[in-house]
Nanobody, 126 residues
Framework: QVQLVESGGGSVQAGGSLRLSCAAS??????????MGWFRQAPGKEREGVAR???????NYLNSVKGRFTISKDNAKNTLYLQMNGLKPEDTAMYYC??????????????????RGQGTQVTVSS
């Protein structure tokens, strides 16, 4: 069973940076074959997709984070990253990573992903 463990969350002031990591274990084949995504959920709000990267390296971002966040993955290390710069208070949320073996398109709904992490908290103060 693939397990995903997020790390790198924390508390920063507005304008600061954080890099989230998502380590995948029990991968029977490389992350090369996976679509992977970052999602977030703030208190009282619905979970939303922040960024995703498909098996070909194509990326997609939530409009509000474009130009500030960068998603990447290291297939050799089985690790997904989210570099977050220029953080804003509205970025405060629990951040989750998710993965699925991509045979067609890369899913956009968190619950369509086979594997999901437990989350890491990001808090941005003004």
């Amino acid at each position: 069973q693939v397990q995903l463990v997020e790390s790198g969350g924390g508390s920063v002031q507005a304008g600061g940076s954080l890099r989230l990591s998502c380590a995948a274990s029990a991968i029977t084949d490389s992350l090369t074959y996976y679509c992977m995504g970052w999602f977030r959920q703030a208190p009282g709000k619905e979970r939303e997709g922040v960024a995703r990267i498909d098996r070909y390296g194509n990326t997609n971002y939530l409009n509000s984070v474009k130009g500030r966040f960068t998603i990447s993955k290291d297939n050799a290390k089985n690790t997904l990253y989210l570099q977050m710069n220029g953080l804003k208070p509205e970025d405060t949320a629990m951040y989750y990573c998710a993965a699925h073996v991509q045979t067609g398109y890369c899913y956009t709904d968190f619950y369509e992903y086979n594997y999901r992490g437990q989350g890491t908290q990001v808090t941005v103060s003004s």
